[in-house]
């Protein structure tokens, strides 16, 4: 059964390893235990590792070094004394393990697709330092200065980051290797002494198809380069060696892997909408391989705390780059320098003026972010090709519950945003509220005013509205907010987001709101249309002239209609709140952000001036490893499949399912189900720990089932080591086989397979199902099953054949899983094989074989 090694580096300085120790083992290490390092350490860290070894006998291991030999030495002669068949998590001793799970968390990521193999996790720094140093980094050609941060931006902690993301390295202060990956890519490369070695092997591993992955669910505290401070230089003389080989081998080739230079001409403050994009998506088509190149189109300071957006800003531009983008707000109109030039447009009327149009036609391409917007620059005069890019949220930021100030007295929030006061309205947004509520009531109206040319008049305005009408309180703030993570806390901060948005232009927190399940109210104008209509509250408007724009036409939103909306929400808020709660997962899903990325990287593209998208290369599988099976099978099918017949085949051949008095029979299956009593009750718990049952699964896991149930598979399958092959069958591990991928060694899948409706036909006579569910039920066990065992060995067997013709069908059995690697099985004669398989009965539909 496999386990994890995890193995860390001592070299002195044992107060620090002694902390790190002590606070791993005070945490869950199911299937685990611990490899210390001693690099040639002269303090007390020899005689004090004999105490652990003592003390924790079976879980403490120490490998004495007779000198320094480096991380990268070190590591790798922790590896070489982990069992064969064991994972590795290289771990470093300036770390302290602050969450109980973290182990079960990182083999949660490892195994969730065949090709995760390298993985790491949040981090933040020392004690009391909320800071997040790594959320899965990537490294830039130019200088390979790396970063720990994919974005750039070092972040504190809001919750952001929480799900499990593919990043091009991790750092390895914390380092879950699988097995299978571990052996085809192999160990660290020892031309490094320390550092870059994990760049290179994340680098390495993406060669073979292997990907490296953040677990967001894992957050550890490390005490940066606590192990080489106070070095006198070292550490830094260790980081230009390192760098060297690491520019030998890597630096040209990930210069040529940029398929040609895009010049994006953009605002990165004002205006809100075009910074946000110019922000969040920069970085991402440069992840995409773009060679992403920064100029301002108009004055402006740069984020320096941006180190992506920096980076771009201070980039080479060729005379003619491949491409040329301009996102910039009307009225800003660089010069497009680019052979392929191509332009965001959005607008806030129904017809963009005319001198947006003219200005539009020195480009290729005009993108846009919905129909609305194409119709506005259709309408201007526009006849260059229009392309809808789709703008899409940031769903590592997007979420319900992100740390922030509530309101102290628990106030229902609404919350507006403005940036300009003839387009934003935000005297008229005050007037509706303080109509809608009283001073008695509990509510509350916070606006806040992004600076800028018109914040002066904004706040002059609101004090106005307030003057004017009576009511509810009103507070207003004014900041710049340009990080992703406090536009949530922000959004989070509130119950409600509501809009009088006069314009038509695309407004990047109201998608946020509904991401961040809190309730939109707004008018169903412009880029917001659809939007409000399906996941908001609408406002009624009717069209308007806009004063400072003669002849363009937005939106006047109704004040009886926005102060009807906000009674509404508020008295339906336990109702509305549910609902928004319920509907942000499934919004955010529709509308992430990436897909925006990967589309605008094909719109650049379809120029043809930068190079083709390099191959990739084919994900790596555990089964395309050329190495022995680990005499492991699992039955997987769903109820009334047929699978308790094929338990027996198996166990006519020579494979173990345990001991007989462990097995379970019942009157439904005299002859046995060939099931481990224990493994039954074991998948019946975990389903009933999630508020679920065989009939009706769970559809949200929680981690302490997760591990409980893996702790109890562990129990059971630890009685079966000993006489491999074995095997386990249980119809409920078609959903939960996942879970135990971990303990598995190159274990092989046996698909059991019957005719759907057969199978309905009997869970009907057995369980009273109808035959629509019973389908319906047979069709989600499939495809759990097949999700679970992709990239893994497995043989299919179809029950109607063996009934067909059981001596061919259980011989094919038979070979496919010696193909497979199987040892220990043999034919067991054809009058066994044909007793055991009673034709005439079973298509009689007799459950003693039908499981």
């Given at each position: 059964m496999r386990g994890a090694a995890l193995i860390v580096l001592a070299w002195n300085q044992w107060a620090l390893t002694r902390i790190f120790l002590d606070s791993l083992l005070a945490n869950d290490l199911d299937e685990a235990g611990i490899i210390v390092v001693d690099n040639g350490s002269d303090d007390e860290t020899p005689i004090a590792l004999k105490d652990y070894l003592a003390a924790?006998?079976?879980?403490?291991?120490?490998?004495?070094?007779?000198?320094?030999?480096?991380?990268?030495?070190?590591?790798?002669?922790?590896?070489?004394?982990?069992?064969?068949e064991d994972d590795v998590v290289l771990l470093n001793n300036d770390l302290v393990i602050t969450q109980r799970d973290w182990l079960n968390r990182l083999r949660d990521a490892a195994y969730a697709r065949p090709e995760y193999g390298v993985i790491g996790c949040r981090m933040h720094g020392g004690e009391g330092d909320q800071r997040l140093f790594h959320l899965g980094g990537f490294i830039e050609p130019e200088s390979l200065w790396g970063q720990q941060t994919e974005s750039g931006i070092q972040e504190v902690e809001a919750g952001q980051f929480t799900r499990t993301r593919r990043v091009q390295g991790i750092a390895f202060a914390v380092a879950y290797i699988r097995r299978d990956c571990l052996t085809r890519v192999g160990p660290l490369d020892e031309i490094f002494h320390s550092y870059f070695e994990?760049?290179?092997?994340?680098?390495?591993?993406?060669?073979?198809?292997?990907?490296?992955?953040?677990?967001?669910?894992?957050?550890?505290?490390?005490?940066?380069?606590?192990?080489?401070?106070?070095?006198?230089?070292?550490?830094?003389?260790?980081?230009?060696?390192?760098?060297?080989?690491?520019?030998?081998?890597?630096?040209?080739?990930?210069?040529?892997?940029?398929?040609?230079?895009?010049?994006?001409?953009?605002?990165?403050?004002?205006?809100?909408?075009?910074?946000?994009?110019?922000?969040?998506?920069?970085?991402?088509?440069?992840?995409?391989?773009?060679?992403?190149?920064?100029?301002?189109?108009?004055?402006?300071?740069?984020?320096?705390?941006?180190?992506?957006?920096g980076l771009a800003a201070h980039r080479s531009i060729p005379p003619a780059p491949e491409v040329a983008f301009v996102c910039a707000p009307g009225g800003i109109e660089p010069i497009p320098r680019g052979r392929f030039r191509?332009?965001?447009?959005?607008?806030?009327?129904?017809?963009?003026?005319?001198?947006?149009?003219?200005?539009?036609?020195?480009?290729?391409?005009?993108?846009?972010?919905?129909?609305?917007?194409?119709?506005?620059?259709?309408?201007?005069?526009?006849?260059?090709?229009?392309?809808?890019?789709?703008?899409?949220?940031?769903?590592?930021?997007?979420?319900?519950?992100?740390?922030?100030?509530?309101?102290?007295?628990?106030?229902?929030?609404?919350?507006?945003?403005?940036?300009?006061?003839?387009?934003?309205?935000?005297?008229?947004?005050?007037?509706?509220?303080r109509q809608a509520f009283d001073a008695t009531e509990p509510v509350e109206l916070l606006i806040r005013v992004v600076p800028g040319n018109d914040d002066a008049l904004i706040h002059a305005a609101i004090?106005?509205?307030?003057?004017?009408?009576?009511?509810?309180?009103?507070?207003?703030?004014s900041y710049l907010g340009f990080q992703a993570h406090e536009r949530m806390q922000l959004l989070c901060a509130a119950d409600t987001y509501v809009s009088a948005r006069r314009g038509g232009g695309w407004d990047p927190l109201a998608a946020e709101a509904v991401a961040c399940a809190r309730p939109l109210i707004a008018p169903a104008y412009g880029s917001q249309e659809s939007l409000v209509r399906e996941w908001g509250h609408e406002v009624a408007c009717r069209s308007a002239e806009d004063p400072a724009n003669p002849g363009q036409r937005w939106c006047e939103p109704d004040l009886d209609s926005l102060v009807a909306r906000l009674r509404e929400v508020h008295e339906q808020r336990s109702f509305v709140l549910t609902a928004a709660r319920i509907a942000a997962p499934r919004f955010a899903?529709?509308?992430?952000?990436?897909?925006t990325a990967d589309r605008l990287a094909e719109l650049l593209a379809s120029g043809s001036t930068l190079k083709p998208r390099p191959s990739e290369p084919a994900p790596h599988r555990p089964v395309d490893l050329d190495l022995p099976s680990g005499n492991q099978i699992v039955v997987l099918g769903m109820h009334r499949s047929g699978t308790s017949s094929v338990g027996g085949l198996l166990k006519l051949f020579g494979a173990w399912p345990g001991e007989d008095d462990a097995l379970l029979r019942g009157p439904d299956n005299p002859r046995g189900h060939f099931e481990h009593g224990e493994l039954h009750l074991a998948c019946v718990r975990r389903l009933e720990a999630d508020g679920g049952d065989w009939r009706f699964p769970p559809e949200e896991t929680s981690a302490a089932a997760i591990d409980a149930f893996r702790r109890d598979i562990a129990a059971i399958l630890e009685t079966l080591e000993a006489r491999r092959p074995w095997f386990i069958k249980e119809p409920r591990l078609c959903l939960l086989v996942h879970e135990i991928l971990p303990l598995l060694t190159r274990p092989v899948f046996v698909h059991v397979t019957r005719d759907p409706g057969a199978i309905a036909a009997s869970l009907a006579r057995r369980d009273r199902m109808g035959s629509a569910a019973a389908l319906t039920?047979?069709?989600?066990?499939?495809?759990?099953?097949?999700?679970?065992?992709?990239?893994?060995?497995?043989?299919?067997?179809?029950?109607?054949?063996?009934?067909?013709?059981?001596?061919?069908?259980?011989?094919?059995?038979?070979?496919?899983?010696?193909?497979?690697?199987?040892?220990?099985?043999?034919?067991?004669?054809?009058?066994?094989?044909?007793?055991?398989?009673?034709?005439?009965?079973?298509?009689?539909?007799?459950?003693a074989v039908g499981d």
């Open positions: 924790y006998p079976g879980i403490v291991k120490v490998v004495s070094l007779p000198e320094n030999l480096g991380f990268v030495r070190g590591m790798n002669a922790g590896i070489a004394a982990a069992r064969p994990d760049t290179d092997y994340c680098l390495r591993a993406a060669d073979a198809g292997i990907a490296s992955v953040v677990a967001g669910a894992v957050t550890l505290r490390h005490d940066q380069h606590g192990s080489t401070r106070d070095d006198g230089g070292f550490r830094e003389r260790l980081w230009k060696q390192s760098r060297a080989a690491f520019a030998q081998r890597w630096q040209q080739r990930l210069i040529d892997a940029y398929r040609g230079t895009v010049h994006w001409q953009g605002v990165t403050g004002q205006a809100h909408a075009h910074a946000q994009i110019t922000r969040s998506l920069l970085w991402r088509l440069d992840a995409r391989g773009l060679r992403m190149a920064f100029s301002k189109a108009a004055p402006e300071l740069l984020d320096a705390q941006d180190f992506r957006l191509v332009a965001l447009g959005i607008s806030e009327w129904d017809e963009a003026p005319l001198s947006w149009a003219r200005y539009s036609e020195q480009f290729d391409l005009l993108l846009v972010p919905d129909a609305f917007q194409q119709r506005a620059f259709r309408a201007a005069g526009v006849s260059i090709p229009i392309e809808i890019l789709p703008l899409g949220i940031d769903r590592d930021y997007c979420q319900a519950d992100a740390p922030t100030v509530r309101n102290p007295h628990a106030h229902f929030v609404f919350l507006s945003v403005v940036e300009s006061l003839p387009r934003d309205a935000p005297d008229r947004i005050v007037t509706a509220f004090e106005a509205a307030i003057a004017a009408t009576p009511g509810a309180p009103v507070r207003v703030i899903q529709a509308h992430d952000l990436d897909n039920l047979c069709e989600h066990y499939k495809r759990a099953a097949l999700v679970a065992s992709e990239g893994w060995q497995r043989v299919t067997i179809d029950y109607d054949e063996l009934i067909a013709d059981p001596l061919k069908t259980a011989r094919n059995l038979l070979n496919e899983l010696v193909g497979c690697g199987i040892t220990g099985l043999d034919w067991p004669g054809d009058d066994a094989i044909t007793r055991w398989i009673e034709p005439s009965v079973a298509n009689q539909g007799n459950a």
